[in-house]
């Protein structure tokens, strides 16, 4: 019985330890952290620091405004905007995202340089 419950508390204290190395996990309900998902969903296209020019003719997307960036980022998300024709791209790296967690990434982009 001991055995058992040792077993059972070094299993939970690993989950415990395991969960708070997680920053960003889809489908697990954590604090938006918008650093943590603007690497894991946007950095690959658009730089590690907003700087990079994902498609000739688009903007490099460091500094913008949030409210703007934010409601962009909720219509591609939504399908309803394509400014190039390449909202696909896009909409594949938000559908999983939630408002609060589109509102963090505006956040977090609005403060690279
Ligand atoms: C697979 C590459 C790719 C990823 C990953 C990606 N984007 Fe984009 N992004 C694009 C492309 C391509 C466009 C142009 C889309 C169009 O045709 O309207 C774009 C457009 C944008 C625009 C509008 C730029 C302009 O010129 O007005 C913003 C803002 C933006 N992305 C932010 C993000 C954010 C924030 C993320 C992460 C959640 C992200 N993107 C992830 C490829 C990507």
């Not at 949030?66 to 309803?80: F, I, N, T, W």
Request: hydrophobic content about 40%; charged content about 25%.
């Amino acid at each position: 019985m001991k055995k058992i419950i040792l077993s059972v508390l070094v299993a939970s204290v690993t989950l415990i330890a395991a969960d708070s190395a997680t920053v960003y996990k889809p489908g697990l309900l954590l604090p938006a952290n918008g650093e943590a998902i603007y690497k894991k969903q946007c950095a690959s296209c658009h730089g590690e620091k907003g700087e990079k020019i994902a498609f000739e003719g688009s903007i490099a997307i460091a500094g913008m405004d949030k409210v703007k960036h934010a409601k962009e980022l909720k219509d591609y998300r939504y399908g309803s905007i394509n400014k190039y024709g390449y909202g696909a791209q896009m909409k594949g790296k938000l559908v999983d995202l939630s408002w609060d967690e589109i509102d963090a990434v505006a956040e977090y982009v609005h403060g690279l340089k």
